[in-house]
Structures are given as structure tokens and as C-alpha cells.
């Protein structure tokens, strides 16, 4: 008997000291979370305005962009498995581009995240990667803070690459990529042709006039 | 207790090198001097809080229980860092991306505090905590330049992710037009330049 209580008072002690464990550093960790997150996401959404810059000029609109955008449903085109944001840039209340955020879900590891900013007429403004898992090192060219790679794709469009041109020189198309990786810039150019067919298609519900 | 810890952690036991522990982040991150340099950093901080709160509740700690409370502390202080970093040093956040959360998952944390912290006072605990750290950090920063030099041919580029934009041209550039070398950027350069550098110090230790 004395030998079975023992034991309990031995496991009781392990679960008591556990728990107590658990609520001190949950509570440290929650604090910290109260502390940082707000930061963090201001940070986060300052961020995604600065990217939208990135791909369309200030100067050729004059609209609040951030808050102006359509929700896009699920469409292959985009590869979107939710609905996603297209923004609206209005000058003088007349649309003069639009930024698609469009996926490309056959990187090297993983789905790549990318901004394609076009213009009313179909010619490219500037495109970013948002996000990606791509090599260090090989594959992350396609990062605006590794390299320019990605400004190859500006005034670029439909009308003056045509469908065998938009895939990376090797395949005889008309994009330059760095050695070594491959995969990664032919999936970011199949994505942004996508991309541009969407637009093609979707004139009307994003507001342009054709 | 001082001059052990420092020969220890630099030297005699150093965790990137003798006892091998940690190679996930010693092997992936070291790419460059700056991420090398960044990811000892902040691994160095968490060894030292680590050693230094498991250090004065061993005493409370039941025997039994041990290696759970010790991975819950350092889980728990790893994510502190993280927020933190996140939160006030977001260009760090951004190069550091995975690595940091993966700390927690890093041996030499867990080896130092169940080996040293778990039977030490507070004050050599710290030492030890710091002089680990130190030594990671320094086959961090000499690996990366290894590869950086060999890969890409320069060294402390990206510096600006760190520090911002001032220090956008301190990157030393060895080279006018070089290729690079891309083996020595992908991960088998690192298992080969981990290889030169234990060999480096075991012949530095035959020699004396």
C-alpha cells in the first residue's frame, strides 16, 4: 500500500511541476504575443504597400490603392484556391492599371507568391515575388532583393511576346534565367503569362473599357 | 570555471566542430558570412538565456520530467526571440526566415542544458551558455566566408539586411566578373567545407 502511494506521489509531483511549467511560460508567451503582433502585422501591411509600389508607379494614378480592389473568385488562370485581391489603380476615377496576385504552384519547392501590375492596355508594368521557398542561392533570383531578374518581364505582353515566346531561352522562348536553376523561372513566366491571359479575359470585370 | 568555459567552447568541445551538434543550421544557413554570423548570433542568445533559467529552477525540476521542462523553456524562449525579432528587427526576420523558429529543434541548446546547466550554478552555466555560443558563431562566420568567397566571390555582402541601407556597398568583392563556384553555395559545399575546417583543427592539434 505505502508502495502504491508512493508512486502516485511521485507522478502527482511530475504533473503538478509540468502543468505549472506550462501555465508560467504560456503566460510569458502570450504576453510577448500581446507585445509583437500588432507590430508585426503593421509591419506586415506595410510591406504589401510597399510591393504595390514596387510594381506600378505612383504617378500614374492617384486613387487610395490599398483599399480599392475587387475579390477575384477561385480561377485557374490565377491558380487560387480562395478568392484573392485584384487592385484597382484610377486616375481621375478612370482605371489605368491593375495589380493580379497570382500563384505559381510548380516552383522548385513550393508555391511562389507573385504581383503582376498591368496597364490598361496589356503590357506589364513591373511584377514581384511576394513569397517564396526557393533555393538559396540558385533559385531566389527571382527575388527582387537578390537580383533584377524579375524586372525582365516589364513591358512585356501578350501582343509583342507571343504564346512559344513567353518560357526561358532554353525552351527556345525569349526570357533569359541563371544557370543552374531552371524550373523556378519557368514556372514564374508560365504563372505571369497566365496572369496576362486572365486579364485579357476579365477586361470588363476589372473595370476597363475595351 | 572561466578559462574551461572559453577553452572549452572554443576549442576543445566546440559544438560545430568536435561535438558536431547543431550541423541543420551549421550546414543550411551558412551561405554567407552575414547569415552565418546572424544565425550564431541569435542562437548564442537563446544557449545563454537557456543556460541561465534552467540553471537556477534545476533544484525544482523532478529528474523524471526533465527533458519535457527543458524543451517547453527553450520552445518558449525561442519564440520570444522570434516575435522579437520579427517585431523590431524585420530585415533580420526576413533573412533569417526559418531558421530562427528551427533553433528549438537545434541539439547543442538542448546538450548544453541538459549536460552543463542542469548540474551547474548560475554563473558558470552563463559562461558556458556564451563560450558555446561564441564557438558556433565563429564556425558559422568561417564557413560562410568559405563558401561565400569560394561560391560568389565576395565577402559580407548583404550586409544591408542587417544594419539597412548605409551599409549597402561595405561588400568586399574579390573578383570582376567571376562565375562563382556554385558547389560551394550548395549544401554538399557546406558538408565539404565542414570537413576542411575539422581537419584544419585536428592537425593544428596533432602538430602540438
Given at each position: 500500500?505505502?508502495?502504491?502511494?508512493?508512486?502516485?506521489?511521485?507522478?502527482?509531483?511530475?504533473?503538478?511541476?509540468?502543468?505549472?511549467?506550462?501555465?508560467?511560460?504560456?503566460?510569458?508567451?502570450?504576453?510577448?504575443?500581446?507585445?509583437?503582433?500588432?507590430?508585426?502585422?503593421?509591419?506586415?501591411?506595410?510591406?504589401?504597400?510597399?510591393?504595390?509600389?514596387?510594381?506600378?508607379?505612383?504617378?500614374?494614378?492617384?486613387?487610395?490603392?490599398?483599399?480599392?480592389?475587387?475579390?477575384?473568385?477561385?480561377?485557374?488562370?490565377?491558380?487560387?484556391?480562395?478568392?484573392?485581391?485584384?487592385?484597382?489603380?484610377?486616375?481621375?476615377?478612370?482605371v489605368v492599371a491593375v495589380i493580379?496576385?497570382?500563384?505559381?504552384?510548380?516552383?522548385?519547392?513550393?508555391?511562389?507568391?507573385?504581383?503582376?501590375?498591368?496597364?490598361?492596355?496589356?503590357?506589364?508594368?513591373?511584377?514581384?515575388?511576394?513569397?517564396?521557398?526557393?533555393?538559396?542561392?540558385?533559385?531566389?533570383?527571382?527575388?527582387?532583393?537578390?537580383?533584377?531578374?524579375?524586372?525582365?518581364?516589364?513591358?512585356?505582353?501578350?501582343?509583342?511576346?507571343?504564346?512559344?515566346?513567353?518560357?526561358?531561352?532554353?525552351?527556345?522562348?525569349?526570357?533569359?534565367?541563371?544557370?543552374?536553376?531552371?524550373?523556378?523561372?519557368?514556372?514564374?513566366?508560365?504563372?505571369?503569362?497566365?496572369?496576362?491571359?486572365?486579364?485579357?479575359?476579365?477586361?470588363?470585370?476589372?473595370?476597363?473599357?475595351? | 570555471?572561466?578559462?574551461?568555459?572559453?577553452?572549452?567552447?572554443?576549442?576543445?568541445?566546440?559544438?560545430?566542430?568536435?561535438?558536431?551538434?547543431?550541423?541543420?543550421?551549421?550546414?543550411?544557413?551558412?551561405?554567407?558570412?552575414?547569415?552565418?554570423?546572424?544565425?550564431?548570433?541569435?542562437?548564442?542568445?537563446?544557449?545563454?538565456?537557456?543556460?541561465?533559467?534552467?540553471?537556477?529552477?534545476?533544484?525544482?525540476?523532478?529528474?523524471?520530467?526533465?527533458?519535457?521542462?527543458?524543451i517547453l523553456v527553450i520552445a518558449?524562449?525561442?519564440?520570444?526571440?522570434?516575435?522579437?525579432?520579427?517585431?523590431?528587427?524585420?530585415?533580420?526576420?526576413?533573412?533569417?526566415?526559418?531558421?530562427?523558429?528551427?533553433?528549438?529543434?537545434?541539439?547543442?541548446?538542448?546538450?548544453?542544458?541538459?549536460?552543463?546547466?542542469?548540474?551547474?550554478?548560475?554563473?558558470?552555466?552563463?559562461?558556458?551558455?556564451?563560450?558555446?555560443?561564441?564557438?558556433?558563431?565563429?564556425?558559422?562566420?568561417?564557413?560562410?566566408?568559405?563558401?561565400?568567397?569560394?561560391?560568389?566571390?565576395?565577402?559580407?555582402?548583404?550586409?544591408?539586411?542587417?544594419?539597412?541601407?548605409?551599409?549597402?556597398?561595405?561588400?568586399?568583392?574579390?573578383?570582376?566578373?567571376?562565375?562563382?563556384?556554385?558547389?560551394?553555395?550548395?549544401?554538399?559545399?557546406?558538408?565539404?567545407?565542414?570537413?576542411?575546417?575539422?581537419?584544419?583543427?585536428?592537425?593544428?592539434?596533432?602538430?602540438?
Amino acid at each position: 500500500m505505502n508502495n502504491f502511494l508512493q508512486k502516485y506521489k511521485i507522478i502527482g509531483q511530475a504533473v503538478f511541476v509540468m502543468i505549472m511549467f506550462g501555465i508560467i511560460f504560456s503566460s510569458i508567451l502570450g504576453f510577448f504575443y500581446n507585445k509583437t503582433n500588432p507590430i508585426i502585422l503593421k509591419s506586415e501591411n506595410e510591406a504589401k504597400q510597399r510591393l504595390l509600389l514596387q510594381v506600378i508607379s505612383k504617378e500614374i494614378y492617384n486613387n487610395d490603392l490599398i483599399n480599392s480592389y475587387i475579390e477575384i473568385e477561385p480561377n485557374p488562370l490565377l491558380n487560387n484556391i480562395t478568392s484573392t485581391k485584384g487592385y484597382i489603380a484610377k486616375k481621375n476615377n478612370e482605371v489605368v492599371a491593375v495589380i493580379l496576385e497570382t500563384r505559381a504552384p510548380d516552383g522548385y519547392s513550393g508555391e511562389i507568391k507573385i504581383l503582376v501590375g498591368i496597364d490598361k492596355n496589356g503590357n506589364i508594368l513591373g511584377t514581384r515575388v511576394v513569397k517564396h521557398q526557393e533555393t538559396p542561392g540558385l533559385g531566389d533570383y527571382i527575388d527582387i532583393d537578390k537580383s533584377n531578374w524579375i524586372n525582365i518581364f516589364n513591358f512585356t505582353s501578350l501582343v509583342n511576346t507571343s504564346e512559344q515566346e513567353w518560357s526561358v531561352k532554353k525552351d527556345q522562348g525569349k526570357f533569359d534565367y541563371m544557370a543552374g536553376a531552371t524550373i523556378t523561372p519557368r514556372s514564374v513566366i508560365k504563372a505571369i503569362y497566365k496572369a496576362l491571359i486572365f486579364f485579357k479575359s476579365n477586361q470588363l470585370k476589372l473595370g476597363i473599357n475595351v | 570555471m572561466f578559462k574551461e568555459s572559453v577553452i572549452d567552447g572554443l576549442w576543445k568541445q566546440n559544438p560545430g566542430t568536435i561535438q558536431l551538434l547543431g550541423l541543420c543550421p551549421t550546414l543550411a544557413v551558412t551561405t554567407t558570412v552575414v547569415n552565418g554570423v546572424s544565425l550564431g548570433l541569435a542562437t548564442m542568445i537563446v544557449m545563454v538565456i537557456a543556460n541561465s533559467t534552467i540553471s537556477p529552477i534545476r533544484k525544482i525540476v523532478p529528474d523524471k520530467i526533465r527533458v519535457p521542462i527543458f524543451i517547453l523553456v527553450i520552445a518558449a524562449l525561442v519564440t520570444v526571440i522570434d516575435l522579437s525579432i520579427h517585431a523590431y528587427a524585420e530585415p533580420l526576420y526576413k533573412a533569417l526566415g526559418i531558421f530562427i523558429p528551427l533553433i528549438v529543434t537545434n541539439c547543442i541548446v538542448l546538450a548544453r542544458v541538459e549536460s552543463f546547466a542542469s548540474k551547474n550554478p548560475i554563473l558558470p552555466s552563463f559562461y558556458d551558455g556564451f563560450f558555446m555560443g561564441l564557438g558556433l558563431c565563429l564556425v558559422l562566420a568561417i564557413l560562410g566566408g568559405m563558401r561565400e568567397f569560394l561560391g560568389r566571390g565576395t565577402l559580407f555582402s548583404d550586409l544591408d539586411l542587417i544594419f539597412g541601407q548605409a551599409f549597402s556597398n561595405v561588400s568586399l568583392n574579390f573578383f570582376d566578373q567571376y562565375e562563382g563556384f556554385l558547389l560551394a553555395v550548395l549544401p554538399p559545399g557546406a558538408f565539404l567545407g565542414l570537413a576542411f575546417l575539422i581537419a584544419l583543427m585536428n592537425w593544428i592539434d596533432q602538430k602540438n
